[in-house]
């Protein structure tokens, strides 16, 4: 009998969206090998996996995930933790849905709006993190080239980034009114998808540890990257997803 192959995870390291698949996976306990890329530099891997030229990518024996809440759903079929889609819980795969089409790329330009500006040096490093060395080398020599083309292909502009301020800001308060009857998830009494994603989408604006140990620390940041951390971990919904990932994130 041929030898079961370990899923392959494809990422770039530091994504929002890759760690929501992380996360996912680990959660049910679905044994996989990462294979971090830098953005744009991960196109090969993906591409060349059947996948699209986004991450994450999961490759496992029989089939291609391209997309982190197809993954979710692998791990809830082939996991053994509880589902975080519960039959019969429809609230919760539609906030799920919000939370990915809305809350993740505003996160996601608001976030590069402030590490693009940071020094060029500390950019390449951050773009390569958990990367081949080769790969590294490249984000470490060229980054003013990745800075370029991230502000181009990510639309960062100052109307567009007002735009995604204004939605991370209609998303937190979406979530601290669902929590305002002391629920301790937002489904209710157990942690679901939309939990899982919310937390992993909002990272990039409150910056836990468990999503530094993918990037760079905090403190190694720009002052404006710490002080938009700061507010945004003031808030409930901020404070909720800094719970999360401490209480649930493992």
Same mark, same amino acid.
């Given at each position: 009998?041929?030898? !079961?192959?370990?899923? @392959? +995870?494809i990422t770039i390291q530091f994504s929002h969206y890759c760690d929501k698949a992380r996360w996912g996976l680990k959660r049910?306990?679905?044994?996989?090998?990462? /294979?971090?890329?830098?953005?744009?530099?991960?196109?090969?891997? $993906?591409?060349?996996?059947?996948?699209?030229?986004?991450?994450?990518? *999961?490759?496992?024996?029989?089939?291609? #995930?391209?997309?982190?809440?197809?993954? =979710?759903?692998?791990?809830?079929?082939?996991?053994?933790?509880?589902? #975080?889609?519960?039959?019969?819980?429809?609230?919760?795969? @539609? =906030? /799920?849905?919000?939370?990915?089409?809305? *809350?993740?790329?505003?996160?996601? %330009?608001?976030?590069?709006?402030?590490?693009? %500006?940071?020094? $060029?040096?500390?950019?390449?490093?951050?773009?390569?993190?958990?990367?081949?060395?080769?790969?590294?080398?490249?984000?470490?020599?060229?980054?003013?080239?990745?800075? $370029?083309?991230? %502000?181009?292909?990510?639309?960062?502009?100052?109307?567009?980034?007002?735009?995604?301020?204004?939605?991370? /800001?209609?998303?937190?308060?979406?979530?601290?009114? #669902?929590?305002?009857?002391? @629920?301790?998830?937002?489904?209710?009494?157990?942690?679901?998808?939309?939990? +899982?994603?919310?937390?992993?989408?909002?990272?990039? !604006?409150?910056?836990?540890?468990?999503?530094?140990?993918?990037?760079?620390? #905090?403190?190694?940041?720009?002052?404006?990257?710490?002080?938009?951390?700061?507010?945004?971990?003031?808030?409930?919904?901020?404070?909720?997803? !800094? @719970? +999360?990932?401490?209480?649930?994130?493992?």
């Amino acid at each position: 009998m041929a030898e !079961m192959r370990r899923a @392959r +995870l494809i990422t770039i390291q530091f994504s929002h969206y890759c760690d929501k698949a992380r996360w996912g996976l680990k959660r049910a306990k679905i044994e996989f090998d990462e /294979e971090a890329h830098v953005p744009m530099l991960s196109w090969a891997a $993906t591409l060349g996996s059947g996948a699209t030229r986004t991450a994450p990518a *999961l490759v496992t024996g029989d089939k291609v #995930l391209a997309d982190s809440t197809d993954i =979710l759903r692998h791990a809830d079929a082939h996991g053994s933790a509880d589902p #975080l889609f519960p039959p019969g819980n429809d609230d919760a795969a @539609r =906030l /799920e849905d919000r939370f990915d089409r809305v *809350l993740g790329p505003a996160t996601r %330009r608001c976030a590069y709006d402030l590490v693009l %500006r940071m020094p $060029t040096s500390l950019v390449g490093e951050l773009l390569g993190s958990g990367a081949p060395a080769w790969e590294r080398a490249i984000a470490r020599a060229a980054p003013g080239v990745f800075i $370029t083309m991230l %502000r181009r292909g990510l639309r960062i502009v100052p109307e567009h980034v007002a735009r995604s301020r204004n939605a991370v /800001e209609t998303v937190f308060d979406e979530v601290a009114t #669902l929590l305002g009857d002391d @629920r301790p998830y937002l489904t209710g009494d157990r942690f679901t998808a939309a939990d +899982l994603t919310f937390a992993a989408l909002a990272a990039p !604006m409150v910056y836990p540890d468990a999503y530094a140990n993918t990037a760079l620390p #905090l403190d190694r940041l720009s002052d404006d990257v710490r002080a938009s951390v700061d507010a945004h971990r003031a808030t409930p919904a901020g404070q909720f997803a !800094m @719970r +999360l990932y401490a209480r649930d994130r493992g």
